[in-house]
């Protein structure tokens, strides 16, 4: 069964676009992957693929080469000159080295020839991922693990984590940091603005420790009113001599 949010893992999380027309292969890529950790959308020709890689933001694109609507070669070159750039892994039957090198050739930067073994293409997936050009932000260390500061809605949360199938009305989110903050513990990591989002705190609070009363508030909290607290009091609630001592026989 697909997984609805990446697994806790070091690999960093990977958004993933399928362009693959063959219905029962793309359908097995969709679930393989996702199965390992990524969030995958798929499109059926070029032209669909197009229309959502101008909506969403990808990690890398798995790109059949022959493809209808708009050519898998064509789609390549379109994906190359985009300013955001997005990695592109070509998946197809053409596996010929004249193939592979104009393939390569059109920007595409990794190649695999069907047929296939899919452990290969989750790892060469996660390889040409880590190479993706990116600004690289301050990171903050806590709590053993690697965090960017900055604001994130629970909508950029959606689009960066979770695919194209998640429910926007969902409190998937909202649970989710739920859990990492228990998993995190003290001092709080992460930080909600109301109407703005989630940031992760530069510097965590600190919990105040807990402190024991002085003798002197020990001795003010069990005087009787009119009186001084005397020796031993501060150790006994009642006066020495009282019937609530005990009584020799």
């Not at 997005?86 to 053409?94: F, K, P, S």
């Not at 010929?96 to 050739?105: H, I, M, T």
């Not at 909290?221 to 009282?242: H, L, M, N, V």
Request: charged fraction near 25%; proline fraction near 8%; aromatic fraction near 4%.
């Amino acid at each position: 069964m697909p997984k609805s949010a990446p697994e806790a893992s070091g690999e960093h999380s990977v958004r993933v676009l399928v362009v693959e027309d063959a219905r029962a292969l793309a359908d097995v890529l969709v679930e393989g992957l996702r199965d390992q950790g990524m969030a995958v959308d798929v499109a059926r020709d070029g032209l669909e693929a197009a229309a959502k890689l101008n909506v969403n933001g990808y990690d890398v694109v798995v790109l059949d080469r022959d493809l209808p609507g708009i050519h898998g070669d064509t789609l390549c070159q379109m994906i190359t000159e985009r300013d955001q750039r997005v990695m592109v892994l070509m998946l197809t039957a053409a596996g010929s080295p004249g193939d592979r090198v104009s393939g390569l050739g059109l920007g595409a930067d990794d190649y695999l020839a069907k047929p296939f073994h899919f452990p290969e293409l989750v790892a060469r997936i996660r390889a040409i991922a880590r190479r993706q050009p990116s600004v690289r932000a301050r990171v903050l260390r806590a709590a053993g693990i690697e965090l960017a500061p900055g604001f994130l809605s629970t909508e950029d949360l959606l689009e960066q984590v979770w695919d194209e199938q998640a429910d926007p009305f969902t409190n998937t989110v909202t649970v989710t940091i739920g859990r990492l903050r228990r998993k995190l513990g003290d001092p709080p990591v992460i930080m909600t603005t109301p109407t703005v989002g989630y940031r992760i705190a530069d510097q965590p609070a600190q919990t105040e420790p807990t402190s024991l009363p002085s003798p002197a508030t020990r001795q003010a909290a069990i005087a009787r009113p009119g009186r001084q607290p005397r020796s031993g009091d501060e150790a006994f609630p009642y006066k020495q001599g009282t019937d609530n001592d005990h009584r020799r026989s």
